[in-house]
């Protein structure tokens, strides 16, 4: 089954206050840790986000469009990137999580993959 881990950081949680040789260390682990799980068959895919302020939030409502720079909720925390996985079930996919260096510095909600298939109108 996927499962999507999503990484959650803090401002005050992130790579900013490292050295760049520590900064260097911490990622090289991240990708360390993502070939890791290539070779076990669990990692699907993984992206880092940019920070909060690049974003825009867009809305559709009664047929018009609402762009929103940024996140559209004020917290402490935002979302800073993904890791998709595979794994035999919740426990085994939140074993993976704890192997993310990034819950360290923040946390990973780890969330299965809905599966949407098409569907015949009701009549």
């Given amino acids: 089954m996927k499962y999507v881990c999503l990484i959650y950081l803090d401002d005050e949680h992130h790579l900013d206050p490292y050295s760049d040789a520590e900064r260097a260390a911490f990622i090289n682990e991240v990708l360390d ?28 409502r009664k047929g018009g469009l609402s762009v929103t720079d940024g996140p559209f909720i004020e917290t402490k925390e935002h979302l800073s990137g993904l890791v998709v996985i595979e794994a035999r079930d919740l426990n085994d996919a939140i074993r993976i999580a704890g192997t993310i260096p990034m819950a360290r510095l923040g946390a990973v909600e780890v969330r299965p993959v809905k599966r949407v298939e098409r569907r015949d109108a009701v009549a």
């Fill in 33 to 60: 840790n993502d070939e890791a799980l290539r070779r076990s068959g669990n990692w699907l895919d993984a992206h880092a986000l940019e920070l909060p302020k690049s974003a825009a939030t867009v809305r559709v």
